[in-house]
Structures are given as C-alpha cells and as structure tokens.
C-alpha cells in the first residue's frame, strides 16, 4: 500500500508517499481502501514530534478517511464488502489502505460525496463529543468556540446553529469572520483587534456564555473563565497557547463553573464506538438535510502532501484540507 509515515520530527516538505505492506484485518476489524483522509493539526504537531500515536497505532498520519470497504475481520456483522464509509481513526489514514475497528466506523452522510466524506470524522466526534455528551450544550444555550474558522471551529458553528444555540466566535481576519458569519456565527470577535472576553460581556449583558470550546490552553484560560456564565463550562481540547496558567478558582466556584481538558485520539475504542454511534443518530441527520455541511479549502492528491501541512502551519485555509488518495 501507499502510505505517508514518520519516524522522528521532520518539516513539512520532507513529507513524502512510499510504499508499505498491505494490511489483514483482525477480529472485530475491518480493512477500508481509502479514498480520501483529511490533515488535522494534530498531525502536524504529530509531524514536529509533539503528539505522537497512541501505544499500538499506527504510525501512518491521518486521524479520519473515508473510503470503501474491501475486507471483514472475523466477527464483523454490521459491514459489508463495498460499503461506503468515513471512519475516525487514533493513525493510518494517510494511506491507500487502513484497519478500523468495526464501531469507529461510521456511513456516508446522505448527500455528501465520498471525498468531502473525509474531512467529517474528526470534527464531528470531536465536537459532538465534547461541546454536546460532555458539555451539555442545548437548544437555547450560548456558546463560545475559538478559532471559528478552522476545521473544528467551522463544524461546531453550524452544528450549534442548526440547534439553536447563540454562536459566539473567534478569528484573526476579516474574511474568515465573514465565513463564520455565513456558517451561522451570531457574534464575530477579531482576535487580533478586540477582547472576547469583553465582546461577550457586553453582547450577553454581563451574563457570559454557558459554553466555551478552547483549543488555547493556558493563554485563554483566565479570560475564557471570565467569560463563563453561571454553570457554566470549559472545554480544552488544544494547547497552542501553551500549557500553564493559573486558575482562579475563588471565581470558578461562586460561578459554579467547570473546566474538562479533554482528548478524542487516545480514548479506549468502546468510548469512540459510542461517540461515533451518537454522530450517526444526531448529526448525520443534519448534515443530510444540508444544515451542517464539511468546509472543505482545498482538495490535494496525496502526493502533495508537504503542501498540504504547509497549508495547515501557515494557518491562511478555512475549513479542512482533503487529501485525495484514490478515485
């Protein structure tokens, strides 16, 4: 098979396609001939060393792809050969072929083609996962999520949207706040040029927002703790804004606040089984209705690879970059 791996930190342009074993799918598992997989930033931080796989996955980039089922595992019952799937993936998507264990597997969303399939698995689960099961997000909430205009950040505007909650955002231009407003975005906040901690003050009355996704870290956690209404919680899931803060925890309490630090690659594969059963039944019904669509920025072969992770650390695209690995 043809596949993108890494063994220690290397640059994006030393990023190349080189041939490997194919793959036999074991008990409970199930062989995909990919068709697309999509580039996170968790694979450039995986690329720079920061974030590498969990123990026993592979060591192929890639966090989600969609794709056709070629082969069953024994004890495989709810797949069949052919069928056209996206699968969440902890490694191996960058690659013409890829082992998923049969509950990180998910359908095609109605109406979406098998290439735009890819960019959905890891948005999808990372924001129903986190914002909905573990925040509690519900219709009539607000919410705040940084970095509106990523991969992430795309999906979690629309999703909220759809369920009417008051869609906070951030973003570091004009354009991509445009985009964020197009996606259902109420409130645009230039990262660059103002507070969001005193956007959301003012726009909410001083009351704050019943939910914050932060992919920051340490850099925002005083403010996104300021920005909290009462009950209300944090979720980080990054830190690209370091890894240290301090925490007030006098105002964490007379707010009754929560902050979750939470991950979605090293989860046990019955928890991602779960939370891609809880995507199909809720969020896939939206996007098949058009409300909740994947923002794709551009679509490379795989053999551009390097361009693609320059792409992702440049930080100029809005939405998810697609690599396209077979028709």
């Not at 008990?27 to 450039?44: I, P, R, S």
């Not at 070629?70 to 902890?90: F, H, I, R, S």
Request: net charge negative; proline share 5%; hydrophobic share 45%.
């Amino acid at each position: 098979m043809r596949a993108v791996t890494i063994t220690e930190p290397v640059g994006p342009e030393v990023l190349t396609v080189v041939d490997l074993p194919d793959l036999t799918p074991g008990a409970g598992e199930v062989l995909v001939e990919v068709v697309a997989t999509a580039v996170n930033k968790a694979d450039t931080l995986q690329r720079k060393g920061f974030y590498p796989a969990p123990p026993g996955a592979s060591e192929v980039l890639g966090l989600e792809c969609s794709g056709r089922v070629a082969a069953l595992g024994e004890g495989v019952t709810d797949w069949q050969v052919g069928d056209e799937v996206c699968a969440l993936l902890a490694g191996g998507g960058y690659a013409s072929q890829v082992v998923v264990p049969q509950g990180q597997l998910m359908p095609v969303p109605e109406g979406v083609d098998l290439v735009s399939a890819a960019a959905l698995p890891e948005v999808a689960a990372t924001v129903w996962s986190n914002v909905f099961m573990t925040a509690g997000l519900d219709s009539g909430d607000s919410f705040l999520v940084h970095g509106g205009a990523g991969g992430i950040g795309t999906f979690a505007i629309q999703l909220a949207s759809a369920m009417g909650i008051k869609v906070f955002t951030t973003a570091g231009s004009a354009e991509k706040l445009a985009v964020c407003a197009e996606l259902g975005a109420d409130v645009t906040i230039n990262y660059r040029e103002e507070s969001f901690l005193e956007v959301v003050r003012e726009a909410t009355d001083g009351r704050g927002v019943d939910v914050v996704l932060d992919n920051m870290g340490a850099k925002y956690l005083a403010d996104n703790v300021s920005a909290l209404a009462d009950d209300g919680r944090l979720v980080i899931i990054g830190m690209q804004g370091g890894v240290k803060a301090e925490l007030n925890i006098s105002q964490l309490l007379a707010k009754r606040g929560s902050v979750i630090a939470t991950s979605l690659r090293a989860r046990p594969e019955e928890q991602k089984a779960l939370i891609c059963a809880d995507v199909v039944e809720h969020v896939w019904p939206l996007v098949a209705d058009g409300q909740v669509q994947p923002v794709v920025h551009e679509v490379l072969p795989l053999e551009e690879v390097a361009r693609a992770h320059q792409l992702m650390d440049d930080s100029g695209h809005v939405g998810k970059i697609v690599l396209k690995v077979a028709d």
